[in-house]
């Protein structure tokens, strides 16, 4: 049962049912109370100011004392935890944070669990911080110099009880409410790939798949048992821009990332001649071939939300009618103060080709019709979070990126029925507040192959990401590689992780006797109904980091027949695994 809260500021402190949270709050910071939702009634955090600008940080208490964990942007695209104690702990770009406190002189006392949820107001986003006074800090931005203001009522959420995820499942639901800007992931609809094992042509090729190393993947997967029923072509397909290397220019490595999209259509790598020698739509050939003699039920194929990592090339041939001009990023100090990003070094030296957003609706229309006609059923939209810094003109970060959102979900509504898109790059809240419709993400930072210290890292990240980010979409927790010394760890964590299972194999290069533990003789997977989580032990310990303790996950399954060891499962279960690795 979950206790009702009492949120409430009493003589400059900030109490949750009786306990203190923040003490020293500010005159200026304002409780707003919230909806009920069930037995649980949240609380708004606000603050005003003397002047109007486009850029604020508000005080609202010292926070000591108290276990926490949050979820920051390391950089740009992707979040990951931190565990403290303190507001100093706080890092910049924090989106999520769940605070316990417990009552130390009486152990039979309930422990309280306190969820914070900086918000979208208007054409504002907030998000948490901590300073040197271990004051907790709300950053408030429009990320256009135009787009002002002095106040904000509804700029974090909090939300309080006594089971840790009930409270986070409840608040995100009080805010579906109040917000009316997204759905739960409850209420929207999942894409069939799910489950269904899968391939990805990613670390497989890179930018340099062709289609005869399409062909040649799925054939080496079939072969050994274990047949793709899922196909993502990635990075490599499209037609992107031929530049010159500028001797003269002042950043040159990453550059590639600058290249901007030349046409909707397929690039030469993918161009098959038939019968004849007659030219045909050469993706539509792949696809074709891989669903017709691989048995592929699903193919999605890789663009990112800008055209491409440097937006669409301005007036090039067939697409001068998107309007497209080069715009210069500016990100937000929060983002610089934690992890610089080669991408942005590039974009801010050649700028991106941004598509108007006034025609964003008809690219990813034409895009994506073109795409269905050649049979793909959905697309994986990367590089999302780069719009959040080209608001300057567009009314700002927020009004920019629900643009691009609500365009790009109305054209796979109208073009992929399956509700077709994986979602990559994308952890702002500018997005994630914004998605009525997107039913997958990208839960963290990619699979390095090459990286063995990134393997833990990774595995964690997506579970406690998943806090937050399952309450609004299916989490996906990227390939991996059936061949690889972490190979096992990854396949576990996938495992129990309601996810997707895809790998990006090399063909010929696979670990046959793993992948047929996850996948069945006809290609399909058994998936858990809901995303796997850290355990509540494991919330406020960081397994990746202290070098101690594994990492919990439990998660909830449901079937109508199942034995587990020599007992009977009833029709929902739930179930815990620990995984470690490299430590």
Not at 60 to 72: H, N, R, S, T, Y
Request: glycine residues 8%.
């Amino acid at each position: 049962m979950t206790v009702t809260p009492r949120i409430s500021i009493n003589d400059g402190n900030l109490v949750v049912h009786g306990k203190t949270i923040l003490t020293g709050v500010p005159d200026n910071i304002v409780l707003t109370p919230g909806s009920c939702v069930g037995l649980v009634a949240g609380t708004f955090i606000g603050a005003t100011a003397s002047d109007s600008k486009s850029h604020h940080v508000f005080s609202i208490g010292v926070l000591e004392g108290l276990q926490f964990m949050c979820c920051f942007r390391f950089k740009l695209w992707w979040m990951t935890q931190r565990m403290g104690t303190c507001g100093k702990d706080v890092p910049l770009e924090t989106q999520f944070m769940l605070v316990e406190s417990k009552e130390e002189d009486d152990p039979n006392a309930p422990t309280i669990y306190t969820v914070f949820l900086p918000l979208l107001e208007g054409q504002f986003r907030a998000v948490l911080q901590g300073n040197d006074k271990n004051e907790i800090e709300i950053c408030l931005e429009s990320g256009d110099n135009t787009v002002e203001t002095n106040r904000g009522l509804y700029l974090v959420y909090m939300h309080a009880g006594t089971n840790p995820f009930e409270v986070i499942n409840q608040a995100v639901k009080a805010l579906e409410k109040h917000m009316q800007t997204f759905l739960h992931q409850e209420k929207k609809k999942l894409p069939s790939f799910l489950d269904w094992f899968g391939w990805c042509t990613w670390d497989a090729f890179y930018t340099d798949v062709t289609a005869e190393g399409v062909e040649e993947g799925l054939k080496s997967l079939s072969e050994g048992g274990t047949p793709p029923r899922f196909l993502i072509i990635d990075d490599g397909w499209q037609q992107i821009e031929n530049k010159p290397k500028e001797s003269d220019c002042v950043v040159q490595e990453g550059a590639q990332f600058a290249s901007r999209l030349a046409g909707i259509k397929e690039n030469a790598k993918f161009q098959k001649n038939g019968q004849n020698n007659e030219q045909i739509l050469g993706l539509k050939h792949v696809v074709d071939e891989a669903k017709q003699h691989h048995n592929v039920k699903y193919v999605y194929v890789w663009h990112a939300l800008a055209g491409y990592w440097g937006g669409v090339k301005p007036a090039a041939a067939g697409m001068e009618h998107y309007d497209t001009a080069l715009a210069y990023p500016v990100q937000s100090p929060g983002v610089l103060g934690n992890q610089p990003d080669i991408v942005m070094d590039s974009l801010a030296v050649h700028g991106l080709g941004l598509v108007h957003p006034k025609k964003v609706f008809n690219f990813y229309n034409e895009l994506h019709t073109y795409l269905a006609s050649c049979g793909v059923d959905g697309v994986k939209v990367d590089v999302q979070n780069i719009i959040e810094t080209l608001g300057a003109g567009h009314g700002g970060r927020v009004s920019l990126t629900r643009s691009y959102v609500h365009a790009l979900e109305a054209s796979i509504a109208r073009n992929f029925p399956d509700n077709g898109c994986i979602a990559c790059m994308c952890h702002n809240t500018d997005g994630i507040y914004s998605t009525k419709q997107t039913a997958v993400v990208r839960a963290s930072d990619d699979f390095y192959p090459r990286d063995p210290a990134s393997h833990t890292i990774h595995i964690s990240s997506v579970a406690y990401n998943t806090l937050f980010l399952g309450e609004f979409m299916q989490p996906d927790w990227d390939m991996f590689h059936s061949l690889h010394p972490a190979a096992e760890y990854h396949a576990a964590a996938r495992a129990i992780g309601g996810c997707a299972i895809y790998v990006s194999d090399k063909p010929g290069n696979h670990n046959f006797d793993l992948l047929k533990k996850l996948v069945l003789h006809d290609g399909s997977v058994l998936r858990a109904q809901l995303p796997g989580r850290p355990t509540r032990d494991c919330l406020f310990a960081d397994p990746a980091r202290d070098g101690i303790r594994s990492v919990a996950f439990f998660l909830v399954a449901y079937c109508t027949s199942c034995v587990f060891g020599h007992a009977a499962l009833p029709t929902e279960f739930y179930f815990a695994a620990c995984l470690r690795y490299g430590m």
